[in-house]
């Protein structure tokens, strides 16, 4: 079935740092991607999304491609900030309503 | 905040009792998710509901029972509770029934469930 694998953490980075969180994932077909963002005791967001191949998600300074030839959607963001911390979720939608999440990457900023 | 709200917040209960979570989706959203995050299994989709039919299953347990209202809230029954079963578990809520791309499920805060 289709799944979604993302680079397990935590991920400490210093503030303005270069922000690279890896994710690939398996499917039939062509599916949706996304990142979500899940900050210290909140829901999950939707930070970014792609629907097709080579399309660019941007959000808040964060971008990711998709790439169907690697079947990656890696997170990036040139320069963090404290308010980054927070749990990242790659995900994907295919031919339904659900979605099917990774793992998540928890994410800490040090000031 | 994204306007759906979930409770009870926090839920401490024994092995083999029964519990019931609540979601209030946002105004005028006609489809609820209901997901489990735990932190071996990470976070799985249970089942869906589109204006009070179920639409969807996922993972979820037979022990575990849902279903939407007329006014479209939401709950999550849990019964003969185990200790694997302690979780997070959250709501999210989209204005129809569509592949997730064109449709943005809004998630709700969650409910801890702790299983003693």
């Known amino acids: 079935g289709d799944s979604v694998t993302q680079m397990e953490g935590p991920v400490t980075l210093s503030e303005e740092a270069f922000l690279t969180i890896n994710c690939t994932y398996t499917a039939t077909g062509y599916p949706s991607l996304f990142w979500y963002v899940q900050y210290p005791g909140e829901g999950l967001q939707l930070l970014l999304k792609a629907t097709k191949a080579d399309d660019k998600g941007s959000n808040k300074g964060f971008e990711a491609t998709y790439r169907k030839e690697t079947t990656s959607f890696h997170l990036e963001k040139g320069s963090v900030q404290v308010s980054d911390s927070a749990v990242y979720f790659c995900?994907?939608?295919?031919?339904?309503?659900?979605?099917?999440f990774g793992k998540g990457t928890r994410l800490h900023i040090l000031p | 905040d994204s306007g759906v709200t979930q409770t009870p917040k926090h839920l401490i209960t024994a092995t083999g009792q029964r519990v019931t979570l609540r979601c209030s989706p946002r105004?005028?959203?006609?489809?609820v998710y209901w997901y489990q995050q735990s932190l071996d299994q990470g976070l799985q989709f249970l089942i869906q509901?589109?204006?009070?039919?179920?639409?969807a299953k996922g993972n979820i347990l037979e022990r575990f029972s849902a279903q939407q209202f007329p006014d479209l809230h939401s709950e999550l029954n849990l019964s003969s509770l185990e200790l694997g079963d302690s979780a997070l578990y959250f709501c999210?809520?989209?204005?129809?029934?569509?592949?997730?791309?064109?449709?943005?499920?809004?998630f709700g805060p969650g409910t801890r469930l702790t299983v003693l």
């Open positions: 509901y589109y204006n009070g039919e179920e639409r």
């Open positions: 995900a994907l939608s295919n031919r339904d309503d659900k979605i099917i």
């Open positions: 999210a809520s989209s204005v129809e029934a569509r592949q997730a791309s064109y449709n943005e499920q809004f």
């Open positions: 105004s005028g959203d006609l489809s």
